[in-house]
C-alpha cells in the first residue's frame, strides 16, 4: 500500500529548503521503502542544486523535479522566487513505478511520449493512474497524452502538467535520473489497487469576439491566422503590439477551442483554453495539435465563474470521494492563475477552498502542487491536456 | 428584406462586433494592468511585511558576523534578487572583500578597490546605486549582469561594508531588474540592517567593555595578592628572625612591595576616574624646561643605578611657557621613561626627545619622543600594548615589575590632552614612544603658577621646638604613623580619636596653641570636614587661621575639593609619605 509525504517551505537556501522539508515531511523518520520523491521549485532554485541536496538526506531515492511559477503545499501556497514543495511516495516496489525521457519537442512528441509510456508499462503493467510531467515549451500534448492512451488504453488516468519558468515564456525545467533538462519529461506509476483516483480541471473564463482561424498549420505550429502572419494577428487581437513576448499575451491571451456539447456540460463552458508559450518570428507554438480551420476565440476572464466552476468540480470530486479518504492530492494550476492574475486574498480562498474540500478532521491530506504552463486532467472520461485551469487529483481509499 | 440588404445588416453587424470585441480586449489589457497594479501592491506590502521578519531575526543575533548570513538572505528573499552579499573594504589592502554571499557563482572573493567606483560610492550620499548591465570595474570582472548596491558607513563616516543584490548574466531572463521599483525597497531594507549593525556592535562593545572590566578585576586581584603575599611573608619572617640583617631585608622587601601596591592603587584610581569619564585635566601656565629637567632629575637616579646613558634633546624647542596639565604630562613622560628603564639592559641608552612638530602665534605642537636600546616589544603584543593588564607574557611583571596599567593610563592622559601616542619597536633592538600634543602659548607676562603637590627633595634636619600639633584620627596605627615620622623633631603631638573631640581640644586651646591640626575625613562621631567647619565658625580667636590638613585615604578630586570647602587648607592623601607631611609643615612654619 502506497503512502504519501508532503513538505513545502520558502527559503533561499536551497540546502535548507531541502532540510526543512524533509524534515517536515517525515516527522516520524524516513521510511526505508520510499521509492520516489517529486519535488516543484519556483525559479530562484536551481533543481539541479536542490537535487543534491535531497539526494544528501535521501540517498538513493530517485528524484523527479519541475520548475514552476509557484508551488502549493499543505502549508499553502508559496509564489516567491525560493519556494519548494515535495511528495514522497513509500511503499511495495511492485505499486511503484517511473522513468523519464530526454529531448522531447513538439516534433517528436508522439514518439517520445510513446517510449516514456512504453518503459513504464514495462516495470509495471498494474499501473492505474500516472503523474506525468513534460516540458512547457514547444511540446505537442494531444500526442503525448495520445501515446499515454496507446500505450495503458484511456481507462488509466494520466494528471500532471508541464513545467514553467515565472511566465516569461523563456525556459521550464525537468530534473530526472541525475540530470536537469529543458525538455524533458517524466511519468511515475501507481499499481496500489487500494487507490481510487479522479480528476478534474476547470476554468472561468468567456470567449468572446470573431473567432480566429488558423490558415497555416505544421504539428503544433500556427504560421498563420486569418491568413495574416499568426502572431501578429494574435497580438493585434490582444491589442498588443507585434513585438510583444509571450510573457506580454499569456496573462490575457487564452485561446479558446470549442468543446463538443457533451464535454461542455461536463466542462461548464464551451470552451476549453491553449496558452501561447513559444514564438519564432510570426509563428506560434500551440500546446496541442494545431490544424488548417481551427477556430479559436480569445477571452475575457469571469471571477464569478471562477469560483462557481471551481465550487462545481470540488463538488464532484468529493462526491465521487464520499466517506472514502483522500491520501493525496496533486495540484496543477496554469501559472496565469496564480499571482499574474489573482490578488493574493482571491488565490488563498481558491486554495483553502480546495484543501478544506479534502481534509477530514481539519487535517490536510498530503499535497503538492506547482503553476506551471499547462495540465493532464480527464474530461469526458478521455485524459485531456488544459490550460488556464486549475487541475486536481485526488488519490483515495475507500 | 433583400439579400442585398442583409448581406448589408450582416456586414454592419460583423463590423459592430469587431469593434465591440476590440473595446473588450482593451478593457481587458486595462484590466490586466490594473491587476499588475494590484500585484505590485500586493507584492510591496509582502516584501516589507519580509523585511520586517529579517529585521527581527537580525535583531536575535548576538554578533556582528552572525547578522551577515541573514542580511544576504534578505537581500535576496525580500527584494526578489537571484543574489546577495556582504563586501568588506578593506582599506589597508585596498581591496573589497566578499564576506557573506548566496547565489553569486564567483571564484574570486577579493576584488580591487578602483578608484573611481569608490569616488562614486563615497558620492552616493547614503543612496542605493545600480547598474545594468554591468560594464563597470569591480563588478564587471564577475558574472554580473545588473548589481545593485548601497555602501554602509559607520559613525565616522567610514564606508565599511556593501550590500549587494543582483542578477547573473544566465538568470537575466528570468528575473525583472526595474530599479525604479527596486531602489527604495533595497534603501529601505539597508538602512533596516544598518540600523541594526550599530545596535549589535553597540551591544557587542558594552559586552566586550563588561568583559574587558571583569578581567581587569581578575587581573587586579591578582596584581594586589602578589605584593600583599611578598608583606605578609617578610612581616612574617621578620617576626620569627632574630638576625638582624634579614629582618633589615624583609622590611626593605615590605617598603619595596608597599610603594609597588601604592602605585598600583593610584593606576587603579587614575583608571577608574578614566572609565567613569571623571578624569580632568587641570590647565596651568607652566615654563616646559623645568618641568623636563624634574622629570630628568628624577628618571636620572634610576638610570644611574643601571649604569644607562639618559638623554634630553631639546630639537629645536627652548622653553616655551605653555597652558597644560604639567602633572599629566609628568606622570606620562615618567612611565614613558620608567618602562625605558626597565627594559633597556645595562649600559643601554634612554633619550627622551623633544621637538617642535608645529608653531602657530598662539599655539605650539610639540612632539615628544622616549627612545631606547632595550629589548623591543613583540609584533603580535604592539597591537595590544596600551589595553590595561596587558603584559607581553607573565615572565615580564615578575622580572621587572609594573602594574600594567601605565601605558594604559598613559595612553588615555594623551587623547585627553589631545594628542595621540604611537610605538615603533624592533624586537631585541628597542623601542620609541612618541606623542604629539598641541599647547596653547602663554604670551602674557605673568609668573608660571606654582603646580600644587610638587615633591620637595628636601628632607633636612627639621626643628619643631615649642610647636604643638594635633593629629586627628579614629585608627591608632595612622596617629601612631604620624606621631613616628616627626619623633626627631622635637614637637610636642596631641591626639585626637574623632572630629568632636578635636573641636573641643581645639577650642579650649590658648590661642596659637596649635601650630597645625593634621585631621582624618572619614571618622566616627563627627567626621574631620564637619569639625573642621565647625571650628572655622566658632568663635576661636584662632578659628580662621589654624592651618588644618586633611591627612586622609579619599583622594578624588571631589574628596579633595569637599576638604577644601570644609575649610582645610591642604590634603596629604594615605599613605602617607614621610617626606610630603615634613615638606607640609616646614612650608607652614617658615610661613608662620
Redesign the interface.
Known amino acids: 500500500m502506497l503512502e504519501f509525504y508532503s513538505a513545502s517551505v520558502?527559503s533561499?537556501?536551497s540546502e535548507r529548503a531541502a532540510g526543512e522539508c524533509v524534515e517536515v515531511a517525515f516527522p516520524d523518520g524516513v521510511p526505508k521503502d520510499v521509492r520516489a520523491l517529486l519535488f516543484n521549485a519556483t525559479?530562484?532554485h536551481k533543481l539541479d542544486k536542490l537535487a543534491a541536496a535531497f539526494n544528501k538526506l535521501l540517498p538513493n531515492v530517485p528524484l523527479y523535479g519541475a520548475s514552476g511559477c509557484a508551488v502549493t503545499g499543505r502549508e499553502g501556497i508559496g509564489e516567491?522566487?525560493?519556494d519548494i514543495g515535495i511528495m514522497a511516495v513509500s511503499g511495495p516496489e511492485n505499486e511503484f513505478a517511473a522513468s523519464s525521457v530526454a529531448d522531447i519537442y513538439g516534433i517528436n512528441s508522439y514518439e517520445k511520449a510513446l517510449e516514456l509510456a512504453q518503459d513504464l508499462k514495462k516495470q509495471n503493467g498494474n499501473i492505474n493512474c500516472i503523474y506525468l510531467l513534460c516540458s512547457g515549451i514547444d511540446i505537442d500534448n494531444a500526442l503525448v497524452l495520445k501515446a499515454f492512451d496507446d500505450v495503458f488504453g484511456q481507462e488509466v488516468t494520466i494528471f500532471g502538467g508541464t513545467s514553467s519558468?515565472?511566465m516569461?515564456g523563456?525556459?521550464s525545467y525537468q530534473y530526472h535520473g541525475d540530470t536537469m533538462g529543458e525538455h524533458d519529461a517524466f511519468a511515475v506509476g501507481f499499481a496500489d489497487p487500494t487507490l481510487h483516483n479522479i480528476t478534474r480541471a476547470t476554468h472561468g473564463f468567456v470567449a468572446?469576439?470573431?473567432p480566429l482561424i488558423a490558415t497555416k498549420t505544421d504539428g503544433c505550429k500556427i504560421l498563420e491566422f486569418n491568413g495574416r502572419g499568426a502572431w501578429s494577428e494574435f497580438a493585434s487581437?490582444?491589442?498588443?503590439p507585434p513585438e510583444s513576448t509571450c510573457g506580454d499575451t499569456i496573462?490575457?491571451g487564452a485561446l479558446a477551442e470549442e468543446l463538443p456539447e457533451e464535454h461542455a456540460n461536463e466542462y461548464g463552458n464551451k470552451h476549453i483554453l491553449r496558452v501561447v508559450t513559444k514564438r519564432e518570428g510570426e509563428t506560434i507554438y500551440y500546446p496541442v495539435t494545431a490544424y488548417d480551420g481551427m477556430k479559436v476565440w480569445?477571452t475575457?476572464r469571469d471571477e464569478d465563474l471562477i469560483f462557481s466552476e471551481q465550487s462545481r468540480s470540488l463538488e464532484y470530486m468529493t462526491a465521487a470521494i464520499g466517506s472514502g479518504k483522500v491520501a493525496a492530492v496533486f495540484q496543477t494550476d496554469c501559472l496565469a492563475r496564480g499571482?499574474?492574475?489573482?490578488?493574493?486574498i482571491i488565490k488563498d480562498e481558491i486554495i483553502s477552498m480546495m484543501q478544506s474540500a479534502f481534509s477530514r478532521d481539519g487535517e490536510i491530506p498530503p499535497w503538492l502542487g506547482n503553476y506551471g504552463f499547462g495540465e493532464y486532467a480527464r474530461l469526458g472520461g478521455i485524459n485531456t491536456f488544459h490550460n488556464y485551469s486549475t487541475a486536481l487529483l485526488a488519490l483515495y481509499r475507500k | 428584406m433583400s439579400q442585398d440588404a442583409k448581406d448589408l445588416e450582416i456586414a454592419r453587424l460583423n463590423a459592430e462586433l469587431e469593434f465591440l470585441s476590440d473595446k473588450v480586449s482593451r478593457s481587458e489589457v486595462i484590466a490586466q494592468s490594473l491587476r499588475d497594479i494590484q500585484f505590485q501592491l500586493n507584492s510591496s506590502l509582502g516584501q516589507f511585511s519580509r523585511i520586517h521578519d529579517y529585521a527581527q531575526r537580525a535583531f536575535s543575533v548576538k554578533h556582528e558576523r552572525d547578522l551577515f548570513p541573514i542580511i544576504t538572505e534578505g537581500i535576496i528573499d525580500c527584494i526578489q534578487l537571484e543574489l546577495g552579499a556582504v563586501i568588506r573594504v578593506d582599506f589597508a589592502f585596498q581591496t573589497l572583500r566578499v564576506i557573506s554571499q548566496i547565489n553569486w557563482d564567483i571564484d574570486i572573493s577579493n576584488f580591487a578597490l578602483s578608484g573611481e567606483f569608490w569616488k562614486t560610492t563615497q558620492l552616493s550620499q547614503g543612496k542605493a546605486l545600480w547598474e545594468s548591465p554591468v560594464v563597470s570595474a569591480p563588478w564587471a570582472e564577475t558574472n554580473l549582469d545588473s548589481v545593485i548596491f548601497m555602501p554602509f558607513s559607520n559613525k565616522n563616516s567610514t564606508i565599511n561594508y556593501i550590500f549587494l543584490g543582483g542578477i547573473s548574466k544566465e538568470s537575466a531572463a528570468i528575473y525583472a531588474f526595474n530599479p525604479q521599483e527596486l531602489l527604495p525597497l533595497f534603501m529601505v531594507y539597508c538602512q533596516q540592517m544598518f540600523g541594526i549593525i550599530d545596535l549589535v556592535d553597540a551591544v557587542s562593545r558594552a559586552q566586550q567593555a563588561a568583559k574587558a572590566r571583569a578581567s581587569f578585576f581578575a587581573n587586579l586581584s591578582h596584581e594586589i595578592r602578589t605584593p600583599m603575599n611578598a608583606i605578609i611573608g617578610m612581616v612574617q619572617i621578620a617576626q620569627r628572625s632574630s638576625d638582624q640583617e634579614e629582618i633589615d631585608r624583609c622590611i626593605d622587601q615590605v617598603g619595596m612591595s608597599g610603594k609597588h601596591l601604592l602605585g598600583l592603587i593610584n593606576d587603579v584610581l587614575d583608571i577608574s576616574k578614566i572609565e567613569d569619564g571623571k578624569f580632568k585635566l587641570n590647565y596651568i601656565s607652566f615654563d616646559l624646561q623645568p618641568v623636563i629637567e624634574s622629570i630628568r632629575v628624577t628618571v636620572e637616579q634610576l638610570a644611574a643605578a643601571k649604569s644607562q646613558e639618559l638623554s634630553v634633546v631639546y630639537d629645536g624647542v627652548e622653553s616655551p611657557r605653555i597652558f597644560g596639565d604639567d602633572m599629566r604630562l609628568t606622570q606620562v613622560l615618567l612611565n614613558l621613561l620608567g618602562n625605558a628603564v626597565k627594559f633597556t639592559p645595562e649600559k643601554g641608552k634612554i633619550t627622551l626627545t623633544i621637538s617642535e612638530f608645529s608653531r602657530t602665534n598662539t599655539t605650539t605642537t610639540l612632539k615628544f619622543s622616549v627612545s631606547d636600546t632595550g629589548i623591543g616589544i613583540m609584533p603580535e603584543f604592539l597591537a595590544r600594548l596600551f589595553k590595561p593588564f596587558e603584559q607581553a607574557d607573565s615572565s615580564i611583571s615578575r622580572n621587572f615589575g609594573g602594574t600594567g596599567l601605565g601605558l594604559a593610563i598613559s595612553q588615555f592622559m594623551v587623547e585627553l590632552m589631545g594628542g595621540k601616542i604611537t610605538a615603533d619597536s624592533t624586537y631585541g633592538k628597542g623601542t620609541t614612544f612618541s606623542f604629539t600634543i598641541c599647547f596653547d602659548l602663554d604670551t602674557s607676562n605673568a609668573a608660571p603658577e606654582d603646580s600644587s603637590g610638587a615633591i620637595s627633595q628636601e628632607d633636612g634636619v627639621l626643628d619643631l621646638s615649642g610647636h604643638t600639633i594635633l593629629i586627628v584620627d579614629d585608627i591608632k596605627i595612622n596617629r601612631i604613623i604620624a606621631s613616628s615620622f616627626l619623633r626627631d623633631t622635637n614637637v610636642s603631638i596631641e591626639e585626637a580619636v574623632n572630629g568632636a573631640e578635636a573641636v573641643e581640644k581645639m577650642l579650649a586651646a590658648p590661642s596659637g596653641y596649635y601650630t597645625l591640626v593634621f585631621m582624618d575625613v572619614h571618622m566616627p562621631v563627627m567626621d574631620g570636614c564637619t569639625a573642621t567647619r565647625t571650628f572655622r565658625n566658632s568663635d576661636s580667636p584662632d578659628a580662621l587661621t589654624l592651618p588644618i590638613i586633611a591627612m586622609t585615604a579619599s583622594v578624588f578630586n571631589e574628596d579633595i575639593q569637599e576638604t577644601l570647602n570644609a575649610g582645610m587648607n591642604g590634603h596629604i592623601s594615605k599613605p602617607v609619605d614621610i617626606k610630603i607631611v615634613r615638606d607640609t609643615i616646614r612650608r607652614i612654619v617658615q610661613k608662620t
Not at chain 1, 237 to 240: M, V
Not at chain 1, 339 to 344: D, K, T
Open positions: 520558502r533561499v537556501n525559479l530562484g516567491s522566487m525560493h519558468d515565472n516569461r523563456v525556459f468572446y469576439g470573431q487581437r490582444l491589442s498588443k496573462p490575457i480569445t475575457i499571482r499574474f492574475l489573482f490578488n493574493r
